[in-house]
T-cell receptor, first 111, second 118 residues
Framework: KQEVTQIPAALSVPEGENLVLNCSFTDSAIYNLQWFRQDPGKGLTSLLLIQSSQREQTSGRLNASLDKSSGRSTLYIAASQPGDSATYLCAVRPLGNKLVFGAGTILRVKS | NAGVTQTPKFRVLKTGQSMTLLCAQD?????MYWYRQDPGMGLRLIHYSVGEGTTAKGEVPDGYNVSRLKKQNFLLGLESAAPSQTSVYFC?????????????????FGAGSRLTVL
């Protein structure tokens, strides 16, 4: 059974810091991996999707990497801003259709 | 372009009552999903559908039923609500996994429906 773990569960950093969020998964047979952002009381917004054949994806200050063989992904946020404060969720799509989510990392960027 | 719309946004039920959550998407997505999100846990898949007229069980299907009579709508029903079903429910949709074009497989989520069962 695929399991997804996100570390740390919560993170507080001062504005301007570069930071890394970690996601690990137990079964490397995945179709893709997706990072989401969730603001309090809101739905999830897709940030980046990495297909299994890719190593990384970038969007603005965000960079996500994927190492399928070791079952790891990282989300790198450069020059963090208070507006980045949110919960970040990682989800993997196994070779079936059922996306499996991690519990998320709650990020707080202090001004 | 509305994306994924969930109704209602909030609902309070008494134990044993029934209700239906509606999810509607206007992106012509084949796949639709219902998740529940509980504190400290990741989203857990309740049921999903890979096309009009089809449904399948997810990780936590017990106590729920679904229907996909039209491609754009995916309904989640609670037959006899229990306090354990107090949660935030999210609907999501995506293109078929077979579509490898840019943006394919990206899930689009609704804003959520907060359900409290007393």
């Amino acid at each position: 059974k695929q399991e997804v773990t996100q570390i740390p569960a919560a993170l507080s950093v001062p504005e301007g810091e570069n930071l890394v969020l970690n996601c690990s998964f137990t079964d490397s047979a995945i179709y893709n991996l997706q990072w989401f952002r969730q603001d309090p009381g809101k739905g999830l917004t897709s940030l980046l999707l990495i297909q299994s054949s890719q190593r990384e994806q970038t969007s603005g200050r965000l960079n996500a990497s994927l190492d399928k063989s070791s079952g790891r992904s990282t989300l790198y946020i450069a020059a963090s801003q208070p507006g980045d404060s949110a919960t970040y969720l990682c989800a993997v799509r196994p070779l079936g259709n059922k996306l499996v989510f991690g519990a998320g990392t709650i990020l707080r960027v202090k001004s | 372009n509305a994306g994924v719309t969930q109704t209602p946004k909030f609902r309070v039920l008494k134990t044993g009552q029934s209700m239906t959550l509606l999810c509607a998407q206007d992106m012509n997505h084949e796949y639709m999903y219902w998740y529940r999100q509980d504190p400290g846990m990741g989203l857990r898949l309740i049921h999903y559908s890979v096309g009009e007229g089809t449904t399948a069980k997810g990780e936590v299907p017990d106590g729920y039923n679904v229907s996909r009579l039209k491609k754009q709508n995916f309904l989640l029903g609670l037959e006899s609500a229990a306090p354990s079903q107090t949660s935030v429910y999210f609907c999501a949709s995506s293109y078929s996994r077979k579509d490898h074009s840019s943006g394919a497989n990206v899930l689009t989520f609704g804003a959520g429906s907060r359900l409290t069962v007393l």
